[in-house]
């Protein structure tokens, strides 16, 4: 990935519901790469950790930014046992860790998730279906477990053409 990606702007969704998350609390940016949205969230005053297995990709973690160099896939959940006010995913699946990304939220805590769909084919990639949610299935995966408080399954012209689905949703309880 560009270095110029950590110059990038947050994804919209992640901006539109940042004023959800308990001021002052931790966030988690899973697969943070470039560091867009960790350098966001710390930019709003959140304790962010930041996780990627390549940490490379973001030299210059700001302050407030904990930058953690773990591969998810091959390796243990490097955050067992910690619960975080809001966990961000923006552009990665690997659908082992959703229950796990469930559980490490606090109460009050909110998931705020936007990634590639079925249909994102047409567009390019992803175009593996490993990478690719199925209909409805983010909602799936909070279902009894956190509240949703937004959804969306659509085609977006921006960044580029794009099949994704972006959820937020928030676990019951805190202040
Ligand atoms: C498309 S980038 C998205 C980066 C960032 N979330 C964003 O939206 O700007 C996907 C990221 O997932 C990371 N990644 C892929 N497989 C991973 C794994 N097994 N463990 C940790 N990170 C992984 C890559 O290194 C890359 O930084």
């Given amino acids: 990935m560009p270095s110029h990606l950590a110059e990038s702007p947050p994804s919209p969704w992640v901006a539109r519901w940042a004023s959800l998350i308990r001021p002052g609390g931790e966030a988690l940016d899973v697969a943070c790469g470039a560091g867009r949205h960790a350098r966001f969230l710390a930019a709003q005053g959140f304790e962010v950790f930041a996780v990627d297995r390549d940490p490379g990709l973001f030299p210059d973690p700001p302050r407030g930014v904990t930058l953690v160099g773990a591969d998810l896939e091959a390796g243990p959940w490097p955050f067992d046992g910690r619960r ?54 983010l909602l799936e995966a909070v279902r009894g477990k956190l509240r949703v408080v937004a959804y969306e399954d659509l085609v977006v012209a921006s960044p580029r053409p794009a099949a994704i689905q972006r959820l937020c949703a928030r676990r019951e309880g805190g202040g």
Avoid at 106 to 132: I, Q
Wanted: glycine share 10%; no cysteine.
């Fill in 84 to 137: 975080f006010d809001a966990i961000v995913v923006a552009n990665y699946l690997h659908r082992p860790l959703l229950p796990i990304l469930v559980d490490s939220l606090e109460p009050g805590g909110v998931l705020v998730y936007e990634t590639f769909a079925r249909g994102n084919e047409r567009f390019g990639k992803p175009s593996n279906p490993d990478f690719l949610l199925a209909p409805g299935e």
